[in-house]
C-alpha cells in the first residue's frame, strides 16, 4: 500500500515551529523526528496518516516486532512482572478487594493481565489491541477486547470503571496522545491508578538511527513533556522512575485523576536538553559508521 503522509503541529503547545533532528529510523523505514522548539517534544512531522498506520499494524507489525506470536507461543501462568514489583516498592499497589477492572491498552497478547489477575483474582480483565493474532490469546485468558483502535470512542459508557489502566510502551505508538489520555482520564476510577512506561528520550540506547528512531514511534516523551501532556489531560503524577535493573532506557510512571487543575509548564530550555542528548549521540556515532563502512569496502574490495 502507498502510504500517504500528513503534517501535524506540536501536540502538547499546538505550534509548528520545529527542529529537525533525522530521516532515518529502524529497518531503513521513512521517518521526519523533529523536536518543538517552544516545548521540546519529540515528534514526527510530516508523518504517516491514519490510514498508512492503520494497515501496517494490521499487515506488517507482528513480522517486525512480534516474532513470538508464532503457533508455539504460550503465555506464561506466572513471571516477575515489572509493574507489580514497581507500583509495590513504591507502595502504589491497590487493595486486592478495591479492584474489580483492569484495562491494558496495547496488550499485547495479554502477559500483564495474566500477572495481574494472580494479585487480583476477582478482577475482570479488559484490553485494547489492534492485532488479530493477540485477541486469539486475549479471548483464552478471559480477557474482553474492548476496542481495536485506540482513536475510536471506547471511553463512552466507561466513565470511572478501571481501578487499574496498564500502558506499556504503547503512548509513543499514538497519533494523538492528547485526546487518549483525556479518554483515560474519563475511564479511570476516582481514585484508579494508571500505570505507564515509554522510552525516556533523555537516555536513549545506542544507535539512534537504526534502532531508537522508528516510524511507528510518532513521539519522543521525556519527563517534561511526559509532565505537560498529563497536565493536559488533567493527570497527576504520582511517582516517576528514570531506568531501574530491569530497563535503563525506560522512563515509567504511576498516575491518577488530578485532585487540583493542573497547567503545562512550557520552557525552551526543555527543547535546548532534548536536542543536546540527540546531537551530541548522533555526532559520535555518525563519526564511526562511516569508518565502518570503510573498513568493511576495503574487507570486501
Ligand atoms: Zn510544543
Redesign the pocket.
Known amino acids: 500500500m502507498e502510504k500517504k503522509f500528513e503534517k501535524v ?7 509548528n ?1 520545529t527542529h529537525e533532528v533525522s530521516t532515518k529510523g529502524q529497518f531503513d523505514l521513512p521517518i521526519n523526528l523533529v523536536l ?6 519529540g515528534y514526527l512531522n510530516p508523518r504517516w496518516d491514519q490510514n498508512a498506520y492503520l494497515d501496517f499494524y494490521q499487515n506488517e507489525y507482528d513480522k517486525y516486532y512480534r516474532s513470538e506470536l508464532t503457533a508455539d507461543f504460550k503465555l506464561s501462568p506466572k513471571s516477575d512482572n515489572p509493574i507489580l514489583s514497581r507500583l509495590g516498592n513504591w507502595k502504589h499497589l491497590p487493595k486486592t478487594d478495591s479492584v474489580k477492572n483492569i484495562l491494558d491498552i496495547g496488550s499485547g497478547a495479554g502477559q500483564n493481565l495474566i500477572d495481574f489477575k494472580t494479585q487480583y483474582p476477582a478482577a475482570n480483565l479488559f484490553a485494547i489491541e489492534p492485532s488479530p493474532d493477540s485477541h486469539k490469546h486475549l479471548s483464552s485468558i478471559g480477557a474482553k477486547v474492548i476496542s481495536g483502535d485506540v482513536d475510536s470512542d471506547w471511553d463512552k459508557n466507561n466513565e470511572g470503571k478501571y481501578e487499574v489502566v496498564i500502558m506499556r510502551h504503547v503512548l509513543e505508538h499514538f497519533l494523538d496522545p492528547v485526546a487518549v489520555m483525556k479518554k483515560v482520564h474519563k475511564v479511570l476510577a476516582p481514585d484508579g491508578l494508571l500505570y505507564l512506561a515509554v522510552p525516556n528520550n533523555l537516555k536513549p540506547s545506542k544507535n539512534l538511527e537504526s534502532r531508537w528512531f522508528r516510524v511507528v514511534h510518532t513521539y519522543y516523551f521525556n519527563k517534561s ?1 511526559l509532565y505537560n501532556l498529563f497536565a493536559l489531560a488533567q493527570l497527576e503524577i504520582l511517582s516517576v522512575g528514570e531506568g531501574d535493573q530491569i530497563n535503563q532506557q525506560e522512563i515509567f510512571l504511576a498516575a491518577r485523576r488530578a485532585k487540583r487543575v493542573l497547567t503545562p509548564k ?1 520552557d525552551r530550555a526543555d ?1 535546548m536538553k532534548q536536542r543536546a542528548i540527540f546531537e551530541d549521540q548522533l555526532t559520535q556515532e555518525n563519526k564511526f559508521i562511516p569508518r565502518l563502512k570503510r573498513k568493511i569496502n576495503s574487507l570486501l574490495n
Open positions: 503541529d506540536c501536540a502538547i503547545c499546538a505550534a515551529d518543538c522548539k517552544n516545548c521540546g517534544l513533556s512550557i527543547f
